[in-house]
């Protein structure tokens, strides 16, 4: 077929123009095995070298006895703040359950919320007889409270 011929010109010509790189690709990966096998041997080398091997010996075993301490006190520190956390839940218990009421009544009366936190706001300028400044007010208060009451009903929905 004249396709298949076509093809198969196309890809000798694109394994020819690779050959140089598929080339120098294995050359640098045997050259990089070469050093790190270098590096290994040194490094053995070094070790069993007397005075420079046991000097690395002795440095090794120091910083585990140093990271062995260092973790025994992160343990105790984290031990110490988890007991801690607890002891401030159980004395804040009060206001877990109180947050939770609120957070129920909150999903139950959503319109009550943004009414009264609209007279809240604008409760002193009606106080003082400004009328327009109650009306923006309310309308201020209310609306943040709806933004603010739809963007917790949103998080609902995504934790459920």
């Given at each position: ?149 739809r963007y917790l009903?949103?998080?609902d929905r995504k934790?459920?």
């Open positions: 077929m004249p396709g298949d011929s076509g093809s198969a010109d196309w890809k000798d010509q694109v394994s020819k123009a690779l050959a140089p790189l598929r080339d120098a690709f294995g050359s640098v990966s045997s050259q990089m095995l070469d050093g790190a096998k270098g590096m290994v041997s040194k490094v053995r080398d070094i070790e069993e070298n007397s005075v420079v091997g046991e000097t690395v010996k002795q440095s090794k075993e120091q910083l585990n006895v140093v990271l062995t301490d260092v973790k025994g006190k992160v343990d105790e520190v984290q031990s110490t703040v988890n007991d801690q956390v607890k002891d401030v839940a159980a004395q804040t218990e009060f206001i877990q359950i109180g947050l939770r009421e609120a957070n129920k009544y909150r999903r139950e009366y959503p319109e009550a919320i943004v009414g009264a936190s609209a007279l809240l706001f604008a409760f002193p300028a009606l106080f003082r007889g400004r009328f327009l400044r109650f009306a923006l007010n309310s309308a201020i208060g209310g609306g943040a409270a709806a933004v603010t009451v009903e949103i998080q934790s459920s």
